[in-house]
């Protein structure tokens, strides 16, 4: 992760005025339901632009995207039970 300083003092500002602080930190906030809801968004895009609005006229998934449907765990996410594709693949 790079910092980039936008607005305040400086560290080297505020080392000066606290010269005998033994920490400086930041801190992030990282919601995970806002990234899978832009995993979503950007799925739900790409779906849009490969077949047109019209399957997706009525879809759950924009409520969950929007955040009215808390339930993004039911659409993004992994698959905790048994492998669904060919062990040689859907090719063969």
């Given at each position: 992760?790079?910092?980039?300083?936008?607005?305040?003092?400086?560290?080297?500002?505020v080392s000066a005025k606290y010269?005998?602080?033994?920490?400086?930190?930041m801190h992030t906030n990282f919601?995970?339901?806002?990234?899978?809801?832009?995993?979503?968004?950007?799925?739900?895009?790409?779906?849009?632009?490969?077949?047109?609005?019209?399957?997706?006229?009525?879809?759950?998934?924009?409520?969950?995207?929007?955040?009215?449907?808390?339930?993004?765990?039911?659409?993004?996410?992994?698959?905790e039970r048994e492998e669904i594709?060919?062990?040689?693949?859907?090719?063969?």
């Open positions: 992760m790079d910092m980039l300083h936008l607005a305040g003092p400086s560290f080297k500002e010269p005998n602080a033994d920490f400086v930190g919601s995970p339901e806002d990234f899978a809801r832009t995993v979503a968004k950007i799925a739900y895009c790409a779906a849009i632009f490969v077949l047109g609005p019209a399957p997706f006229s009525n879809s759950p998934i924009k409520e969950v995207i929007l955040g009215k449907d808390h339930h993004i765990g039911h659409y993004v996410g992994c698959w594709i060919p062990s040689g693949g859907w090719l063969t």
